[in-house]
Structures are given as structure tokens and as C-alpha cells.
């Protein structure tokens, strides 16, 4: 929020620099986020005075250009050389004097030096229009009234600003602040506060009366539920024009273009007070009456940007007897704004139901200065003065006779909130014990009445414009802000509690967990937990029937909760990819969210994607692509970091995995993981494989409770190796050659590696061949041939017989 500090300073005299007042405002909230300089004219006329051509004539040495004697009213005429067509003695002219600072069309600087043009010497420029920023004539310079003095500065002579704008970062619970008035509100507690009492200057709007009753409009809301206030007046007989320099100057300084007199002074009031406004021109309202009301869902209307909308049964809109014509607190329409041809006025200054505002802004992607202060929620007792203060400024600057009274529609009034204080209370959230007289003084000049005071506490009223100040929290929060942050003592001692909690508390494993995947080189991923509807049609495992809708959604892509990590961290991989990142590896822990009909469930789980190389390239070592058993040595290293051992393998046949498999233990699925089919991840623009392992992650915290990790001395006993190469049928898995090995030899046989696969050529059809590795030991003596011999002969008779394996 931009405020402009010339501005603010017509509600409060400030006796600080802009840089104080900045650290003032950051101080009460009003975070002051950077202070930039606005100038009407780019340069502020700086160096430009009016000068007086005392003679003219033509240059020795050029057709085209005239030496001048110019006096610039310090008693010494200078000679300046001019290629203006319409210069001539006798005449006042805006003259840019040596080390002056002007700027071309593009706003780059240049500086007005001493020089020689065609021999002769020139101490300075006369200027045209354009060349001061005041215009876009070139055809000659500008010829000023003869009676101004010479001397003179220009900046006096073309209402030039300049001005300092503060960009506020205001949060969203400051609803009061949103105007220069509100700020200057703030402003005045913090400085009371400081022991600079200063007064609050308001408009007035004493002068404002009714000249006739020949014009009204009457107003009927057909939903008082979304428009609790709604003002009306009729102005007649107003002439558009450019709105004065100062009411454009102070309208740029915060970043608003000037349109016309009329509806400038809306833009300016609702600046100035937080009132947004409209008018309408009252000729093109047909019917000659103004209804606020809902239209069926799918009613067209085009909006002042010249786009045509399609409406929602709850957008609430100004309509007159025949049409629309406006979205009400949102933006207006195209049919019945005031234009160069308008000659009578309709004035609307109305409340409208913040939520509603903001569902129907949302609905259609607009986001208005009108809306921004709505949706906040604005004072609701200010409309009428506002739109006073409205008419009287467009009477000033346009002309016109108020010809209706004004028609105010308020059958119940927002009143002031109470709220009882307790001195215990403000003394336990500060921290330190402030006396009655301090928070007495505080409340007062934050308009906060005190009705009653007891040993315990205060009652109090707080006024309807403190939308976010409904508790007695809310009102030492006002206190403190006030009173000072950095005013509050801090003691020597700080008091802590340690908390008792298991090792196997969800946060730790997940840090151990994380700690090991990014020694692993991979890295963690934190995606919105919100997504768009338009993921339910890639998987049979959405339900739309388990969806979890936004009430408000901040748009349709961020309308319903995810029910799978898979999509977020697809959207991650092809944002990696489509900037040149192919080798990914990332991981995420994060929820899931379900509306069954028992109720809405959360369930937590990691993800796991590999995509692309799983190491850089080096001359040392060969590139190895990120593929399925890489994938599943990574999972298996995640249960095993948690003790978690003895899985039962499962393959998984759904619409996700082109081929994967899942881990469970005890009947519980604990993972499953696999290759993405090429059809899910074509939908986000990615053309490599993707792996991708979905941990169930709170039955696996659950299962790592129950399982015990064993510590045993390692054997002092040398481990033996033997290799068997088998030609086995291409159905048979690697799995049932470990299961037959174990079920064969339970002691000895420590461990069973697959470390060659062939097939092709040399082979019957349908056979591959296994290379398989035994490792044996007997951790109390020595393994003798004899022994070995006969562990390895059972294997082959076992594999063999229940596999129809053959030794190659």
C-alpha cells in the first residue's frame, strides 16, 4: 500500500523527518517496507527560472539559430544561442540555467554545460514544453505571462510536487489502515505516546447541502445480508474534464492514472478515507431506480476492461430495472460508467459483506483497489460522510447541484464491540506491570472508549472500524504496539521446560530419515498441500467422491486438497527439467487428505522421486542411470535405517506403475514404488522416466516401535565365498532362488547376491542365466572344504528340483 507523505501530512502535522515517521509506523505495525521519491515533473524545474530575452539576433555562422541576451534577474545578462523559431526580444521564457539537470523522453539525464555553438559561446538553454516534462509541443519554446518577474523559479509557476511515498506492508487484519486517514490515525497514538501530542485534522463536510429533489433514484436491496449499508445521491449538470494538477499529483504520487474530475474524486476519496466509491452515469440507468441484488448463474456481463463475464448465482451486482451494471464492490461495467459525454451523476457509497466481495473477486480473477478494502472490511459508519465528502469535492472540481437526498439504506447498525480488560491479564502477556494512567492514555488515542473502571479491570467499547480487535487479546495487542516493543524489559532469567518425549516421536525419525536421503544426494521438496481438480482424471485411485473442497479457494488451480504426493512432485520434476536440470532425485514429507464418509482424514507420507542419472559424470566414474533397483535399494535402506527388516514382497498392479512392487510386514503395507507410466508423467511435459516410491509414513513410524535392532560381535571367523551359475526359465524371480536358500541352510548361509543376468544368444529360448553368489560362515571355528561342499551340493539339489535349475 503506497501512502504519500504530503498527503498524510493534511491529517497531521508530523514534525519528523519522513525517515522517523517511516521507523514510527514500522514501530506500530505499519511496516514500512522502502520510501520512494515522486516528482510531478521529472527533475522538479530545478534550475529552471524565468528569464527575460533582452535582444535577438540571427547567429553569424548558422541560418537557423539566434543569439540572445538573456536576463535571468541577478543583474547579469548571459548570451544563450536558440534554434527556436518564435523566440524575440521582449519576452518572458522559462530558461534552464548552466548545471541544470533535464531529461529526453526516455528519462535519461543530461546536464546543461557552458559551450560553443557555431563560434559562439552559450551560458544556458531556453526551453520548450516538452523539454521541461510539461508537455509534448517541440514547435517552439514556451512564452510566459510579461508580468512575471524575473527570476522567478518555475517550479512556483506549474504546481510542481514533490513528494515522499511510503510502500506499507500491511497485513491483512489492519482493515483501519488502508486509507491516509487510518494511517494517520495510527500515527497520531504512536506519537501521543511519545510526548507529541498531536491533533487529528478530518475534512469537513459542514457545506454540504441538497440544492433541489428533481433527481432521485430510489435503491432497493433484494439482499440485505450482503449490503447491510448502501448510500445513494444524485448530482446533475457536471462537466467531465482533466481533474486540477494537485488532485493529479497526488494520485500519481501513489501510483494511480488520472482519468477524469469525476471519477478521480472517487479514487481520491476512497484513498483518503477507505471508502470505496462509484459513480454511475445516472442518464444510462434505465428505470430510473437501482436494485442490489444476485442474477442467475451464467448471466453475461462485460466489465469496464472490456471483458465479458460470466456470473455466479452469488455475485452480488448493482443493477438498474433492465441490466447489470456493476459487480457490486468489485468492478464496474463497461455500460454505465461516467464518460466525456456525462452530465449527470449517481453516487454510491455503500458496505458490502466482506466474504462475499472476496468470493466473487476471486470467482472472476479481479483484484481492485475497491475489492482489496472490502474484503478486509471496511467502517461502515463512515458511508454517508465519505460520499458528503465525495459530492462537495466533485461540486468543486466539476460543478453540479445535488438534486436527491441522499438515500440511505441501513436498517441495523454495525455498533461498537465491548470488551472487558483485566489489568492480570495485560500484565501476564507483557511481561511488565503498566500503569492504569498509561493504558488509559494509550486506549484514548487509539479511539478506544472506557466506560468503567474496576480494581480488576476496564470496560471498554471499540470502535466499529477495528474489524480485527474483538477480544481481550486483540486489545493488549493494541496496547503493546502502542506502548512500544522495544520499550518492554527483558529480565535475567529465562525459564524452560524440557519436554519427555521417545525416540521414536515423528519428528525425529523424519529427521534421521531426511538426514540419511540427503547423504544419499538427494534433496527434500516442500510442495502445496492445495492442487487443481484436474489431477482426479489421471488416476483411478482419486475419487472425486473423496475430494476436500476449498470453501475459498484461492484460485481454480488451488481449489481441492491432494490425495496423493505423486502430482506436486511431478510438477516439481518437470519444473526441474524444462530449465535443464535432467538428473533429479527429491524427496517430501507431507499429507494427504481424504473426505470419507465416516469423516475427513489426514495421512502422512514420504515420496521419493529419481529421475534421470543417479551420479555426475567424472573421469573416473562411468554414468549409471537412476533405474528400478536403485529405487529399491533406496527404500530398503529407509526401513532397514529404522530396524525394520523381514518384508514381504508383493507386485503392484494399478494405473501408476508401469511395474513395482510393495513392502509390507504383518499383513500392513508399509511402501510401494516402481516405474511411472509414460501416459501420467506425458501430462507434465516429461519425457524421461520417472521413478517414484510412496511411503505410507504413519505405519511406518507405527511398525518401527515394535521392531528391535540387534548388535552381535563380528565374527572372528573368515566368510566363504561360492558362485553358482544357473540356467533357470525366464519366469522365475531372484526372490525364490534367496527364499530356497535360506529354507536350505539356516545357520551358515549369511547372504544371497543376483550379480549377472544374461539373455540372448547361446541360450534356449525362454531360459536366462543367473549368476548367484553365496556367502558362508560359521562364527565359531573355521569352515572346512568338506563342510562346504556339502551346504553348496543340497543348493543345487534344491534349486533343481524346485526350480528346474541347471549349473551352466
Same mark, same amino acid.
Given at each position: 500500500?503506497?501512502?504519500?507523505?504530503?498527503?498524510?501530512?493534511?491529517?497531521?502535522?508530523?514534525?519528523? !523527518?519522513?525517515?522517523?515517521?517511516?521507523?514510527?509506523?514500522?514501530?506500530?505495525?505499519?511496516?514500512?517496507?522502502?520510501?520512494?521519491?515522486?516528482?510531478?515533473?521529472?527533475?522538479?524545474?530545478?534550475?529552471?527560472?524565468?528569464?527575460?530575452?533582452?535582444?535577438?539576433?540571427?547567429?553569424?555562422?548558422?541560418?537557423?539559430?539566434?543569439? @540572445?541576451?538573456?536576463?535571468?534577474?541577478?543583474?547579469?545578462?548571459?548570451?544563450?544561442?536558440?534554434?527556436?523559431?518564435?523566440?524575440?526580444?521582449?519576452?518572458?521564457?522559462?530558461?534552464?540555467?548552466?548545471?541544470?539537470?533535464?531529461?529526453?523522453?526516455?528519462?535519461?539525464?543530461?546536464?546543461?554545460?557552458?559551450?560553443?555553438?557555431?563560434?559562439?559561446?552559450?551560458?544556458?538553454?531556453?526551453?520548450?514544453?516538452?523539454?521541461?516534462?510539461?508537455?509534448?509541443?517541440?514547435?517552439?519554446?514556451?512564452?510566459?505571462?510579461?508580468?512575471?518577474?524575473?527570476?522567478?523559479?518555475?517550479?512556483?509557476?506549474?504546481?510542481?510536487?514533490?513528494?515522499?511515498?511510503?510502500?506499507?506492508?500491511?497485513?491483512?487484519?489492519?482493515?483501519?489502515?488502508?486509507?491516509?486517514?487510518?494511517?494517520?490515525?495510527?500515527?497520531?497514538?504512536?506519537?501521543?505516546?511519545?510526548?507529541?501530542?498531536?491533533?487529528? *485534522?478530518?475534512?469537513?463536510?459542514?457545506?454540504?447541502?441538497?440544492?433541489?429533489?428533481?433527481?432521485?433514484?430510489?435503491?432497493?436491496?433484494?439482499?440485505?445480508?450482503?449490503?447491510?449499508?448502501?448510500?445513494?445521491?444524485?448530482? @446533475?449538470?457536471?462537466? *467531465?474534464?482533466?481533474?486540477?494538477?494537485?488532485?493529479?499529483?497526488?494520485?500519481?504520487?501513489?501510483?494511480?492514472?488520472?482519468? !477524469?474530475?469525476?471519477?478521480?474524486?472517487?479514487?481520491?476519496?476512497?484513498?483518503?478515507?477507505?471508502?470505496?466509491?462509484?459513480?454511475?452515469?445516472?442518464?444510462?440507468?434505465?428505470? !430510473?431506480?437501482?436494485?442490489?441484488?444476485?442474477?442467475?448463474?451464467?448471466?453475461?456481463?462485460?466489465?469496464?476492461?472490456?471483458?465479458?463475464?460470466?456470473?455466479?448465482?452469488?455475485?452480488?451486482?448493482?443493477?438498474?430495472?433492465?441490466?447489470?451494471?456493476?459487480?457490486?464492490?468489485?468492478?464496474?461495467?463497461?455500460?454505465?460508467?461516467?464518460?466525456?459525454?456525462?452530465?449527470?451523476?449517481?453516487?454510491?457509497?455503500?458496505?458490502?459483506?466482506?466474504?462475499?466481495?472476496?468470493?466473487?473477486?476471486?470467482?472472476?480473477?479481479?483484484?481492485?483497489?475497491?475489492?482489496?478494502?472490502?474484503?478486509?472490511?471496511?467502517?461502515?459508519?463512515?458511508?454517508?460522510?465519505?460520499?458528503?465528502?465525495?459530492?462537495?469535492?466533485?461540486?468543486?472540481?466539476?460543478?453540479?447541484?445535488?438534486?436527491?437526498?441522499?438515500?440511505?439504506?441501513?436498517?441495523?447498525?454495525?455498533?461498537?464491540?465491548?470488551?472487558?480488560?483485566?489489568?492480570?491479564?495485560?500484565?501476564?502477556?507483557?511481561?511488565?506491570?503498566?500503569?492504569?494512567?498509561?493504558?488509559?492514555?494509550?486506549?484514548?488515542?487509539?479511539?478506544?472508549?472506557?466506560?468503567?473502571?474496576?480494581?480488576?479491570?476496564?470496560?471498554?467499547?471499540?470502535?466499529?472500524?477495528?474489524?480485527?480487535?474483538?477480544?481481550?487479546?486483540?486489545?493488549?495487542?493494541? *496496547?503493546?504496539?502502542?506502548?512500544?516493543?522495544?520499550?518492554?524489559?527483558?529480565?535475567?532469567?529465562?525459564?524452560?521446560?524440557?519436554?519427555?518425549?521417545?525416540?521414536?516421536?515423528?519428528?525425529?525419525?523424519?529427521?534421521?530419515?531426511?538426514?540419511?536421503?540427503?547423504?544419499?544426494?538427494?534433496?527434500?521438496?516442500?510442495?502445496?498441500?492445495?492442487?487443481?481438480?484436474?489431477?482426479?482424471?489421471?488416476?483411478?485411485?482419486?475419487?472425486?467422491?473423496?475430494?476436500?473442497?476449498?470453501?475459498?479457494?484461492?484460485?481454480?488451480?488451488?481449489?481441492?486438497?491432494?490425495?496423493?504426493?505423486?502430482?506436486?512432485?511431478?510438477?516439481?520434476?518437470?519444473?526441474?527439467?524444462?530449465?535443464?536440470?535432467?538428473?533429479?532425485?527429491?524427496?517430501?514429507?507431507?499429507?494427504?487428505?481424504? !473426505?470419507?464418509?465416516?469423516?475427513?482424514?489426514?495421512?502422512?507420507?514420504?515420496?521419493?522421486? *529419481?529421475?534421470?542419472?543417479?551420479?555426475?559424470?567424472?573421469?573416473?566414474?562411468?554414468?549409471?542411470?537412476?533405474?528400478?533397483?536403485?529405487?529399491?535399494?533406496?527404500?530398503?535402506?529407509?526401513?532397514?535405517?529404522?530396524?525394520?527388516?523381514?518384508?514381504? @514382497?508383493?507386485?503392484?498392479?494399478?494405473?501408476?506403475?508401469?511395474?513395482?512392487?510393495?513392502?509390507?510386514?504383518?499383513?500392513?503395507?508399509?511402501?510401494?514404488?516402481?516405474?511411472?507410466?509414460?501416459?501420467?508423467?506425458?501430462?507434465?511435459?516429461?519425457?524421461?522416466?520417472?521413478?517414484?516410491?510412496?511411503?505410507?509414513?504413519?505405519?511406518?513410524?507405527?511398525?518401527?516401535?515394535?521392531?528391535?535392532?540387534?548388535?552381535?560381535?563380528?565374527?572372528?571367523?573368515?566368510?566363504?565365498?561360492?558362485?553358482?551359475?544357473?540356467?533357470?526359465?525366464?519366469?522365475?524371480?531372484?526372490?525364490?532362488?534367496?527364499?530356497?536358500?535360506?529354507?536350505?541352510?539356516?545357520?551358515?548361509?549369511?547372504?544371497?547376491?543376483?550379480?549377472?543376468?544374461?539373455?540372448?544368444?547361446?541360450?534356449?529360448?525362454?531360459?536366462?542365466?543367473?549368476?548367484?553368489?553365496?556367502?558362508?560362515?560359521?562364527?565359531?571355528?573355521?569352515? @572346512?572344504?568338506?563342510?562346504?561342499?556339502?551346504?553348496?551340493?543340497?543348493?543345487?539339489?534344491?534349486?533343481?528340483?524346485?526350480?528346474?535349475?541347471?549349473?551352466?
Amino acid at each position: 500500500m503506497k501512502i504519500s507523505y504530503n498527503w498524510l501530512r493534511q491529517f497531521i502535522k508530523v514534525n519528523r !523527518n519522513p525517515e522517523e515517521t517511516g521507523e514510527l509506523l514500522t514501530d506500530l505495525g505499519l511496516e514500512v517496507e522502502g520510501i520512494h521519491e515522486f516528482q510531478s515533473v521529472k527533475g522538479s524545474l530545478r534550475g529552471i527560472v524565468v528569464g527575460e530575452v533582452l535582444t535577438c539576433e540571427p547567429h553569424p555562422n548558422a541560418d537557423r539559430l539566434k543569439v @540572445t541576451t538573456v536576463d535571468l534577474g541577478n543583474g547579469e545578462p548571459v548570451q544563450i544561442v536558440c534554434g527556436a523559431p518564435n523566440v524575440a526580444a521582449g519576452q518572458k521564457v522559462p530558461v534552464a540555467t548552466v548545471g541544470t539537470t533535464l531529461y529526453d523522453e526516455k528519462g535519461s539525464p543530461w546536464e546543461i554545460r557552458k559551450s560553443k555553438i557555431r563560434g559562439e559561446s552559450s551560458h544556458g538553454m531556453i526551453c520548450a514544453e516538452d523539454e521541461l516534462g510539461l508537455g509534448q509541443s517541440h514547435d517552439g519554446i514556451m512564452v510566459l505571462d510579461s508580468s512575471i518577474e524575473v527570476g522567478t523559479p518555475a517550479a512556483s509557476l506549474f504546481e510542481v510536487e514533490d513528494d515522499l511515498v511510503f510502500e506499507i506492508g500491511l497485513t491483512p487484519n489492519r482493515a483501519d489502515a488502508m486509507s491516509h486517514w487510518g494511517v494517520a490515525r495510527d500515527l497520531k497514538a504512536g506519537l501521543q505516546q511519545q510526548g507529541e501530542p498531536q491533533e487529528l *485534522i478530518t475534512p469537513s463536510v459542514s457545506s454540504f447541502h441538497i440544492d433541489s429533489r428533481s433527481r432521485r433514484i430510489p435503491v432497493k436491496i433484494v439482499k440485505p445480508e450482503l449490503a447491510p449499508r448502501y448510500c445513494g445521491v444524485t448530482i @446533475t449538470g457536471v462537466e *467531465i474534464s482533466e481533474s486540477p494538477k494537485w488532485l493529479q499529483n497526488r494520485l500519481k504520487a501513489i501510483g494511480i492514472a488520472p482519468k !477524469n474530475n469525476v471519477v478521480d474524486v472517487t479514487n481520491y476519496v476512497m484513498h483518503e478515507l477507505g471508502q470505496p466509491l462509484h459513480a454511475f452515469d445516472a442518464d444510462r440507468i434505465s428505470g !430510473n431506480e437501482i436494485i442490489v441484488q444476485t442474477l442467475e448463474a451464467g448471466t453475461k456481463f462485460t466489465t469496464l476492461d472490456e471483458v465479458e463475464r460470466e456470473l455466479h448465482e452469488e455475485d452480488l451486482m448493482i443493477c438498474d430495472a433492465e441490466k447489470p451494471l456493476a459487480i457490486a464492490g468489485v468492478f464496474g461495467g463497461i455500460s454505465s460508467g461516467v464518460t466525456s459525454g456525462t452530465n449527470n451523476l449517481f453516487i454510491e457509497s455503500a458496505y458490502f459483506n466482506p466474504v462475499t466481495v472476496r468470493k466473487t473477486a476471486k470467482r472472476h480473477g479481479l483484484n481492485t483497489d475497491a475489492s482489496f478494502r472490502y474484503e478486509r472490511g471496511i467502517d461502515p459508519n463512515i458511508t454517508e460522510y465519505a460520499l458528503k465528502r465525495a459530492v462537495l469535492l466533485i461540486q468543486e472540481l466539476a460543478g453540479g447541484s445535488v438534486s436527491s437526498d441522499i438515500d440511505d439504506y441501513y436498517p441495523k447498525k454495525v455498533e461498537d464491540f465491548p470488551v472487558f480488560l483485566t489489568f492480570e491479564k495485560i500484565n501476564s502477556l507483557v511481561g511488565q506491570n503498566l500503569s492504569k494512567e498509561t493504558i488509559k492514555s494509550i486506549l484514548a488515542s487509539l479511539e478506544i472508549r472506557v466506560n468503567n473502571v474496576t480494581e480488576t479491570g476496564m470496560g471498554l467499547t471499540i470502535p466499529s472500524y477495528r474489524v480485527d480487535v474483538k477480544r481481550e487479546a486483540d486489545v493488549i495487542e493494541e *496496547i503493546l504496539r502502542v506502548y512500544g516493543y522495544n520499550n518492554i524489559e527483558f529480565g535475567d532469567k529465562i525459564n524452560a521446560s524440557v519436554a519427555n518425549s521417545t525416540r521414536f516421536e515423528d519428528y525425529k525419525l523424519q529427521n534421521l530419515i531426511a538426514g540419511q536421503l540427503v547423504g544419499q544426494g538427494f534433496f527434500e521438496t516442500m510442495a502445496n498441500s492445495l492442487t487443481t481438480p484436474s489431477h482426479l482424471g489421471l488416476s483411478e485411485q482419486l475419487k472425486e467422491e473423496h475430494v476436500v473442497q476449498m470453501l475459498n479457494p484461492l484460485s481454480q488451480d488451488l481449489s481441492v486438497l491432494r490425495q496423493s504426493l505423486l502430482f506436486s512432485g511431478l510438477e516439481a520434476v518437470s519444473y526441474n527439467l524444462n530449465r535443464k536440470r535432467a538428473d533429479l532425485k527429491f524427496f517430501e514429507f507431507g499429507k494427504t487428505y481424504h !473426505n470419507y464418509n465416516s469423516g475427513r482424514e489426514e495421512k502422512k507420507h514420504l515420496s521419493i522421486f *529419481i529421475s534421470g542419472n543417479r551420479n555426475r559424470e567424472t573421469w573416473t566414474n562411468a554414468v549409471q542411470k537412476g533405474e528400478f533397483f536403485y529405487l529399491k535399494g533406496v527404500v530398503t535402506s529407509v526401513l532397514e535405517r529404522l530396524g525394520i527388516r523381514d518384508l514381504k @514382497t508383493t507386485p503392484v498392479k494399478n494405473d501408476i506403475f508401469s511395474e513395482g512392487i510393495s513392502f509390507s510386514l504383518n499383513n500392513v503395507r508399509l511402501v510401494e514404488f516402481g516405474v511411472i507410466k509414460r501416459k501420467i508423467f506425458k501430462n507434465f511435459d516429461i519425457n524421461q522416466e520417472v521413478l517414484y516410491a510412496d511411503f505410507n509414513w504413519d505405519m511406518v513410524v507405527e511398525t518401527s516401535k515394535d521392531q528391535q535392532n540387534k548388535f552381535k560381535d563380528i565374527s572372528k571367523f573368515q566368510a566363504v565365498r561360492r558362485d553358482f551359475a544357473l540356467l533357470l526359465d525366464d519366469a522365475v524371480r531372484f526372490e525364490q532362488i534367496y527364499d530356497i536358500a535360506f529354507k536350505t541352510e539356516k545357520d551358515l548361509l549369511k547372504e544371497v547376491n543376483l550379480f549377472d543376468v544374461y539373455e540372448g544368444a547361446n541360450l534356449p529360448e525362454g531360459k536366462k542365466s543367473y549368476a548367484v553368489s553365496f556367502i558362508l560362515q560359521d562364527e565359531r571355528k573355521t569352515l @572346512t572344504d568338506k563342510q562346504i561342499d556339502k551346504i553348496m551340493g543340497k543348493l543345487q539339489q534344491n534349486l533343481e528340483k524346485q526350480l528346474g535349475a541347471e549349473l551352466r
